[in-house]
């Protein structure tokens, strides 16, 4: 009996020696990053600033992969049926990981028990921009005329059920108009659009609305987040300016598959922070807007924990506002 128990031990051993040494020697090859936004959005800006540093830090090239549709849940849910073999991840965020899940009323995948989250690597306000030639250069010039104006008025998003569409959706309701939605697939030909005066506003993240602002392309009104943000600063919160509880404040994170060992989470995690912490990455970020969060919300712990509370904090102000995606 003791032969045939160490027999079946020596067996399941070697069953699993490929796959501990795979977790141990990860990566081998190239890792793909799914980025379920169109190329050029925030998102995906984001995402390349990191996969060319963490490619330098891995030692294996990090391809970007832009899987848009159904506000971010078409590329999300790529990754969470994918082998658990750490060579696919999830760049996403707070659209993808907390706003959907309440947003609509069958999400492709949850947030919580179909990833293995690795780090929250990035912070970043919102700004509620128009097109030029609105007559409006305050907010309260901006809600004036959105009152009296609703009916003909229009924003843009990059798809419905994305950050730019929520947040639009609350300063809707903060206003208390009816401004009709166009959706776009992402949020670069959204822009293209408000620059073009063919929509009236969109809610961006700041590293995508800056360059325009800076180039009087778009006429910036006040930022959607509880505080002033990083090459805005002389920009007013919507809520200094008297529309309360408008916080979009958006987040970018990285995920796995569920099932990915522990070790290749841990070993994608360290090499986020010292990707982070590189002067050239951060000065980069700095430049579009964009907050580094510090090293203790930048663990998977962290994330694991951060992702349902901030399925909670979105559900209220979604469920309030009446907004549904099928």
Known sequence: MRRIICSAVAAIALLLAPFTASAQDWPTRAITMVVPYAAGGPIDTLARILAARLSEIL???????????????????????????????????????????????KPLYNAVTDFEHVALFSDSARVLIARKDLPANTLTEFVAYA??????????????????????????????????????????PAMQDL?????????????????????????AIATLGLDRAPGLENLPTAQELGLSGLDCGSWASLSFPKGTPDEIVRHLAKAVNEAVETPAVRERYKSIGVTIPPPERRTPEYL???????????????KASGASEQ
Request: proline share 4%.
């Open 59 to 105: 030692g294996q090239q990090v391809v970007i992969e832009n899987m848009p549709g159904a506000g971010g849940m078409t590329g999300s849910s790529r990754v969470a049926k994918a082998a658990a073999d750490g060579y696919t991840v999830l760049l996403s965020g707070s659209a993808v990981l907390a706003i959907n899940q309440t947003l609509y009323k």
């Open 147 to 188: 009152k009296a104006n609703q009916a003909r008025m229009q924003y843009g998003s990059a798809g419905a059920g994305s950050g730019m569409h929520v947040c639009a959706v609350l300063l809707n309701a903060a206003m208390g108009t009816g401004i009709t939605h166009v959706p776009y697939r992402g949020s670069a």
């Open 195 to 219: 620059i073009g005066g063919r929509i009236d506003f969109v809610a961006e993240q700041i590293s995508t609305a800056l360059p325009q602002i800076q180039s009087n392309t778009v006429k």
């Open 304 to 318: 694991a924990k951060f992702v349902p509370s901030e399925i909670e904090r979105w559900a209220a102000p979604i």
